[in-house]
């Protein structure tokens, strides 16, 4: 037999993507006598590897933009790092406002603005970080100055029980210590490194993952000694301890809003704008962590 | 037949060609050369090559035995080693934190006795990679096996060849198809594993972020980078492609 006679058998099977069908078709054979299914496969298709390989990437905490938003739906792209929070305030503003259901897409604020460049739809942008807000603004994609609603601090996330006894940045950089930050284009990477600079601490990460939830993540599974996440990541979690970094050593994130230009629902996507800084909204803010202006 | 065919060609090429036309020709030497994406397209040379050999080490015996074995549950086991094929990457890299991470089943007991761990390591890309790659080495290897039979092993043993001979003679040579198609599956898997790696080993250039990792950091932020990267991957497979039509080619004459 040849490679060919192999591949054009067994194949189609495998890079059609019906990979389903063949676990099925593998457990079905549990009966059978031989297992030869798989190669009663049709030969039709070409034998073609590597696309299964192109297939695999992609999908995981990428953001698309929310293109099946039911329609008079506002479009509201915001961080990850709200990913907790907004149900809570969306479902307050569909109390006040039963025609504007909110449909909130998730992901990294500076992936936001770039995809925004590129046409994605939206009506409002929550943003962590003046930086992205910033960008955004400069590229003429707001109507408007943006709202800052809250700010998030950062924090030295340790399992509970800090078995090393970290007490500060400065103890991140010692040996011994599995330290992982957020990729620096992550937000919550980006204020680490800033942050760093500022306590003079360098640090050899274990990993650079792609979100505070990430970072935090790794703590609680017993992976990583110590991390910088922002504090509403690891905020009720009984499994980890959030350590304080000093005023002095780090700045505040702040979460800011704004309607977009491209915005449907421009009307709306302001009402929703200016309902993050009520005070009902505040204080459930407050009360996930955040810190209120 | 023709129009739905022409779509299905259509679909499946144009996305590749808008990244094409997305390259930035006139940097792209410059920006392979960074340390980052040379780091990157390193361990992608080694990781799935790693990954491979792990799978053959263990997968080609599994085969075996799920092709000519005849014990209880051969169908169940057959089942559940195919399961990462279906199973989200991201879940499978959960999954090995959670049996071979420092807090894992069986991580937790190897940490504490040799201080071995294997997330943040180059060779647990490899892990990952091999997770979700070696069902496909698995079960194109057991369907070789399935279709060559015994018949041959079994005329060489009547004729009198001993069973290190068999093995060496007839049994090897007639796997060596099956297990080379089985191995560029496998290979071609891992070098796009994603998902698993990122959960399981970690995001670090020049230890655990493998070209598709720096793709997907790099889509962020900086999507020239991204398209740069792709264009080297979708040459690497493109070149795969060719080898193995010509292998094909060969075999078939």
Redesign the interface.
Known sequence: ???????R???P???SGS??A??LT???????S???E??TAPSTSP??????????????G?SMPAASAAPGSIIVLAPGTLATALPLVDKAFLKAHPESPVSPNFG?S??QV?QLQQGSPGDAFLAVGVESMTQAKNAGLLAGDPTVFAHNRLEIVVPAGNSKKITSLADLGKPGV?T?LG?E??PVGLYAKQALAKAGVTVK??????GSPSVVQ?VV???ADAGIAFATDLKGNSKVTGIDIPDAEQMPAAYSAAVLKGAKHADAAREFVSFLTTPSVQNQLRQLGFLIP | MVPPALLAVAFLVLPLAGLLANVPWTDISAQLRTPDVRNALYLSLICPIGATLLSIALGVPLAWLLARGRFPGRGLVRGLVTLPMVLPPVVGGVALLYAFGRGGLVGRWGYREFGISLPYTTFGVMVASAFVSMPFLILTVEAGIVQTGVRFEEAAETLGAGRLMVLRRITLPMLSPSLMAGATLCWARALGELGATLTFAGNLSGTTQTTPLAVFIALQTKPQDAVVLSLVLFVVSLAVLLVLRGRRMVGHQ
Request: proline content about 5%; glycine content about 12%.
């Open positions: 037999m040849t490679v060919r006679g192999i591949l058998r067994s194949a099977l495998l890079a990979a389903l063949l676990v593998a457990c079905g054979s549990s009966g059978g031989d297992g030869a798989a190669s034998a073609m590897a590597a696309p299964s390989a192109m297939a695999s990437m992609g999908g995981h990428m990294h500076p992936a770039i599995t992982i990729d284009s992550t990460p274990a990993s650079k993952e792609e790794r599974t017993g992976n």
